[in-house]
């Protein structure tokens, strides 16, 4: 078979079926083993201290009397990170701690190991620190201003334009046609403004590590993380050692969704445990947590758009401004791509900067950057529909890009779904469901690339049949479930005679971090074929056994068979045969595969929101929202089903709630729960889900990616939703009820004052 043979349209066994999870037991009963409940003997603990500015220049950092302390062990700044090499990625580093500066409220000025917390704890408030405080920005559109505080020298690209701070580091552009020509041949234009504030990622855990290292050069590490082997290369570069000397170990993961991609603490844990010479704990608190990891971005977008009285989008244009903390990252260019990658356009042009403030460095967030362009957009084409008495489900419908559209950021797309999940959104009772007063419905569209990268997976068959699967993915969405179902389908066995596990970064070659809802398709690409070579192995045993040659045998449903009747008359060997005589006929049985995965597939959802707006508190009630996704092919339907769900009620929360809060000193004012609210079941109704499977022909079993895309579309279901509903179009998020509150009587103030001026 080819390596891209696709089999999709095979009768599956056991691919499409629920079986149980298998971390469910240790989960429910507490048994499994978190970043935090990790133990070893004579651990000592650590604690960091955080500046209490958003910028502020160190003239001198003074721990002599916390390293005095009774208990203490160990402290250390930045001046311990001097051995790293040239390819050290230094903007990480001084992320993790300041070096001459600090750069954003609760960034890591020094860290201490004790004995116990409370010595640590002790320790931080004998560290003395001078500061010479710098001015600050916090917001994207402020830092662009050529008079903005500058946040961190050095990082503008060549390609960055003209005439705006040295904030600005980077600067991306998409499209293609004449916007001009295009925006003439519109009958309706509407142009507008939309701001949107960064949003936690809100996963259960909160970070930490614990870290081994000795003088020799050899270290330990266990720590939460949604890749290991990126955690190993940057902290191996950081240390100043051998890669092959650090050894990761993932914990099992309490959520990530992005947020745990990143290296935030385990340098520093590693210099602790170097320097006092005993294994060191490092547990962040909830409230660091919010000030110093990464949440997604804020942003700034103009977006304008044409459409003809019949609802054909002639032109469009956006521009995007992302903050992304004190240092550059790359989230605005998947905001610029994916803009309008729902739309089969003639003339459009997205535009996209990154911008520096006085922010921790944002962090991934399911489909990074993506939900904030999105929004955008679908938000801009509901008011267009709205304007022209147009159904915004056709005028989609009549504007959505299938298999051979030139996509808005380049490529040629091959088979997508977005067509079935408009049409199906159409057809469903939801669409079609009666809505009461003070009530609206608000519809988007979704989409995600999808990513494929570095992978490698080892199948070995046991003595007895059974099968080990060893991949190297943090599973933070039921990847194990799944890479277990497709090698028990491709096997021919049942799926309880599969165990996958995932190792550590010495038991197997290097895998990319588990994101962008890569690991079903690329883990399971790697899996078919791992099984597929142990397959191939036991034909040949086959061979052996029967004395006939290896093309002679076939494999089918979990056995060894003759291939045609020429090749003789034989029972079939079973893989339990096969692999209990397997000393006999060579020794053990494996299945090795690496590869660079490509062929991921672009994903697309549409989601239906109804909503109700109480007029005298500016509250909104999600009332029913139904999620429509292509899955290419659901491997495990409920967690494929419960992907759907979790994305849209993520969305839903920073659509209506999420959002960080910054005063005017620049410091987070709601960095905890309480004060920064996410969603709870009681806030919302069962989020319905319809599965499309339009099979992706870049793998086997048709899988794309689902993990993503749920998060998209909500902010614009949600938004247009309650703009329907309150006849008041909104361009900020989220809409908190002060702010719906402010709108509708802004409104009826109008009103009156206009009844007064007639």
């Known amino acids: ?162 005439g705006y701070s040295e904030n600005v580091t980077s600067y991306y552009e998409f499209g293609h046609g004449n916007l001009e020509e295009g925006f003439s041949k519109a009958d309706t234009i509407v142009a507008r403004t ?67 991609t990143c290296v935030f603490i385990e340098p520093i844990a590693l210099a602790l445990s170097l320097k006092s010479g005993n294994p060191v704990k490092l547990v962040m608190s909830r409230e660091e947590v919010f000030k110093a990891t990464g949440p997604t971005v804020s942003s700034s977008i103009d977006v304008k758009i044409g459409m003809t009285n019949d609802g054909i989008i002639t032109a469009g244009e956006a521009n995007l401004r992302y903050q992304g903390g004190a240092f550059p990252n790359g989230t605005v260019e998947m905001g610029a791509q994916s803009a309008f990658a729902a739309y089969d356009l003639k003339a459009v042009i997205t535009k996209g900067w990154n911008v520096l403030t006085n922010r921790p460095k944002q962090a991934a967030y399911r489909a990074p950057g993506a939900p904030q362009a999105i929004y955008a957009v679908e938000s801009v084409i509901d008011e267009l529909c709205e304007k022209l008495n147009i159904d915004p489900l056709d005028t989609r419908i009549k504007n959505a890009a299938k298999k051979g559209t030139v996509s808005s950021y380049g490529p040629t797309f091959d088979d997508i779904g977005l067509l079935a999940t408009l049409e199906a959104a159409k ?56 890479i277990s179902q497709m090698a028990a389908e491709e096997l021919g066995i049942s799926y309880d005679k599969v165990r996958t596990i995932i190792a550590d970064t010495n038991s197997l070659g290097h895998n990319e971090v588990t994101d962008g809802s890569r690991v079903t398709f690329a883990v399971g690409l790697a899996t078919i074929k791992a099984a597929r070579a142990a397959i191939k192995e036991m034909c040949k045993r086959a061979s052996l056994i029967w004395q006939i040659d290896e093309d002679a045998v076939k494999w ?67 009332l029913r929202y139904t999620v429509f996704q292509d899955a290419g092919k659901a491997i495990h339907p409920s967690y494929v089903e419960g992907q759907m769900q979790g994305g849209a009620v993520q969305g839903i929360g920073w659509a209506l709630n999420e959002e960080y809060i910054y005063g005017e000193d620049g410091k987070l004012q709601n960095s905890g729960f309480l004060d920064y609210r996410i969603p709870v079941s009681s806030d919302l109704p069962m989020i319905e889900t319809v599965i499309l499977e339009i099979p992706n022909p870049g793998h086997p079993y048709g899988v794309r990616g689902v993990g993503e895309t749920p998060i998209v579309p909500p902010l614009a279901a949600i938004n247009n939703a309650v703009s329907r509903a309150t006849k008041v179009r909104f361009s900020e998020l989220p809409l908190s009820p002060p702010r719906v509150l402010s709108a509708i009587k802004k409104k009826l103030n109008n009103r009156v004052e206009r009844y007064n001026n007639f």
């Open 427 to 482: 057809k469903h009772p939801h669409y079609k469901a009666t809505l009461k007063e003070n009530q609206g419905r608000g519809l988007s569209c979704g989409f995600w690339f999808n990513f494929g990268g570095d992978t490698c997976v080892s199948l070995n068959v046991n003595f007895d049949g059974t099968v080990g699967v060893t991949e190297g993915n943090p599973d933070i969405g039921g990847s194990r479930a799944s």
């Open 556 to 622: 089918e449903n979990g056995s060894a068979i003759p291939a045609g009747p020429n090749a003789g008359k034989f029972d079939p060997l079973t893989i339990e045969e096969i692999a209990s005589m397997s000393s006999q006929t060579g020794g053990p049985i494996s299945g090795h595969h690496e590869v660079n995965a490509e062929g991921a597939g672009v994903s697309f959802g549409v989601h239906l929101a109804d909503v109700e707006v109480d007029k005298e508190t500016g509250s909104t009630k999600v």
């Open 1 to 162: 078979m080819s390596p891209l043979d696709n089999t999709y349209e095979q009768k599956f066994k056991v691919i499409g079926t629920t079986p149980p999870r298998p971390d469910g037991i240790e989960k429910v009963t507490g048994k499994a083993q978190y970043g935090a409940d990790l133990y070893v003997p004579n651990m000592l603990y650590s604690k960091i201290l955080r500046s209490p500015h958003p910028h502020a220049r160190i003239l001198s950092i003074d721990v002599s009397e916390a390293e005095k302390l009774e208990g203490v062990k160990a402290v250390v700044t930045a001046n311990d990170f001097k051995n790293y090499s040239d390819n050290n990625p230094s903007d990480i580093l001084l992320n993790c701690i300041a070096h001459d500066k600090v750069l954003y409220d609760g960034h890591c000025v020094a860290a201490v190991a004790a004995l116990t917390n409370s010595i640590a704890k002790s320790a931080l408030k004998l560290i003395k620190v001078e500061y010479e405080l710098l001015p600050h920005v916090t917001d994207v559109d402020e830092a662009m201003e050529l008079n903005a505080p500058v946040v961190n020298k050095g990082y503008v690209l060549e390609n960055v334009p003209s």
């Open 194 to 260: 939309f701001k949107t504030e960064a949003a936690h990622q809100g996963y259960i855990e909160p970070h930490a590590c614990l870290a081994s290292m000795t003088g020799d050069g050899k270290a330990d590490l266990w720590c939460c993380t949604q890749g290991h082997y990126n955690v190993r290369a940057i902290c191996a570069d950081i240390m100043g050692m051998e890669t092959s000397q650090l050894r990761v170990t993932p914990s099992e993961i309490g959520g990530g969704f992005g947020g745990k």
